[in-house]
Nanobody, 124 residues
Framework: QVSLVESGGGVVQAGGSLRLSCAAS????????MAWFRQAPGKEREFVAV???????SYADSVKGRFTISRDNAKNTVSLELNSLKPEDTAVYYCAAGRTNSGNYQKRDEYDYWGQGTQVTVSS
């Protein structure tokens, strides 16, 4: 069992930056793909970024070049650096852990553990 707790959300103006953190407990994240998803009001939860156990990364096209995901297996944490924020980035951001190694890593079903989420609001 892996427990995940997100932090770092807040209100920021367009063009600003935030850093989200996800602290894991219960098991080491070293064997897991760790991802961030987000869900805006009235919309489905969507993939944002993933970091693999090999430290490789992949991003949604909408955030590529603006967001950076990283992991620290020794500290059992995952971070998401959000830069050049836009109002459309407003959402609840969720951390997730899974053992996916397929091409379906953007799908929610590939992840077994989820945090409670942290709100990011970008004002125009």
């Amino acid at each position: 069992q892996v427990s995940l707790v997100e932090s770092g959300g807040g209100v920021v103006q367009a063009g600003g930056s935030l850093r989200l953190s996800c602290a894991a407990s219960g098991r080491s994240i070293s064997g897991y793909a760790m991802a961030w998803f987000r869900q805006a009001p009235g919309k489905e939860r969507e993939f944002v970024a993933v970091t693999w156990w090999s430290y490789g990364t992949s991003y949604a096209d909408s955030v590529k070049g603006r967001f950076t995901i990283s992991r620290d297996n020794a500290k059992n944490t995952v971070s998401l650096e959000l830069n050049s924020l836009k109002p459309e980035d407003t959402a609840v951001y969720y951390c997730a852990a899974g053992r996916t190694n397929s091409g379906n890593y953007q799908k929610r079903d590939e992840y077994d553990y989820w945090g409670q989420g942290t709100q990011v609001t970008v004002s125009s």
